[in-house]
């Protein structure tokens, strides 16, 4: 059987969407067992409940965006990565904003603050609600990859292998040179979350800056929250990691596979992979332990 765990406390941050430009406040609170990570949109009528589950996904535009009706939270992959990558099983967090805040750009201060309150195992309610009933969709034991299931397109791919340990292994390739050719790979049953992965922040290619402000994206976007690389090198160094931008990417990853409720055992490996595809594969892998049960 999976131990579930929660916060021993609630905290607090406050920032702005990388994209929306727009200041929030979230509240990171513990739930009860089976309750699962979700999101409550405090600033609207009845607060609005998201689940962080595949079936909320409803974009993938350079960020994960969940939506449910007319309501929308997007941009969760960091701290739902550093909820997962500390071990936060189940977790309310209220938000009165549609964006949650970018921080630095890395999941660093979420794992402080998750750390700065401990974890404990979360216990059943006396009484589930409705919601915890629909979402309690979790495999009591850890489910395994036996067969490799693969996503792609050109020649970006995903893919979740069989696998003695769950690992993550990521690659991307840009021409920059300060980018260019870059693999990570990283098991979380032998290395540190906190040290290997949450420091990594986001990046933008300083020759696309324009083009995303003109289709209403990163208006939040600073060399505060982002590293920005051009033909030169870097505009706002020093980097966290010589390979900053593909723990980065393996930092997404893990965000948007923590969808799944569970990592069931694999080697997940990418390839100039995007959100788009790490949906993809969270939603076949989904599939076929639904029909596997079934």
């Known amino acids: 059987m999976i131990n579930q765990y929660t916060l021993a406390r609630e905290f607090t941050q406050k920032g702005v969407g990388v994209h ?31 689940p962080a589950l595949i079936s909320s996904v409803v974009s993938t535009t350079l960020s ?37 805040p970018i921080l630095d750009g890395s999941a660093k201060i979420w794992v402080e603050a998750i750390a700065s309150v401990g974890l404990v195992e979360a216990k059943a309610d006396k009484e589930e609600n409705d919601f915890t009933k629909i979402i ?11 067969e490799p299931i693969w996503i792609y397109q050109g020649d970006a791919f995903v893919a979740a292998l069989p ?3 769950t690992r993550f292994t990521y690659g991307i390739d840009f021409d920059l040179p300060a980018i260019g050719n870059q693999w990570h790979s990283w098991s979380p049953e032998t290395e540190s979350f906190p040290d290997c992965i949450a420091p990594a922040r986001t990046f933008a290619l300083a020759h ?8 209403g994206l990163i208006k939040g976007g600073t ?3 982002a590293l920005v690389c051009n033909e030169s ?32 055992q694999a080697h997940y490996l990418a390839y100039k992979a995007s959100h788009k595809l790490h949906i993809q594969l969270a939603q076949k892998i989904n599939g076929n332990f639904s029909t596997n049960n079934n």
């Open 223 to 225: 060399l505060d929250n």
């Open 208 to 215: 696309q800056i324009d083009q995303l402000g003109e289709v």
């Open 136 to 146: 309690t969709n979790q495999p009591q034991t850890k489910p395994v990859i036996s």
């Open 20 to 50: 929306s430009g727009i200041k929030s406040n979230i509240k990171v609170m513990p739930a009860s067992k089976n309750a699962g990570r979700y999101f409550v949109r405090i600033d609207l009528p009845q607060h609005p409940v998201i």
């Open 64 to 100: 994960t965006e969940f939506g449910m009706g007319d309501v929308r939270i997007r941009t969760v992959e960091h701290l739902l990565a550093a909820l997962t990558g500390m071990g936060v099983d189940n977790a309310r967090i209220e938000i009165d904003g549609q964006e949650v």
């Open 163 to 165: 696998s003695s340990e």
């Open 233 to 264: 090198g870097w505009l706002n160094p020093p980097l966290r990691f010589t390979n900053e931008p593909v723990r980065h990417k393996m930092l997404d990853l893990i965000g948007d596979l923590s969808l799944l409720g569970h990592f069931p």
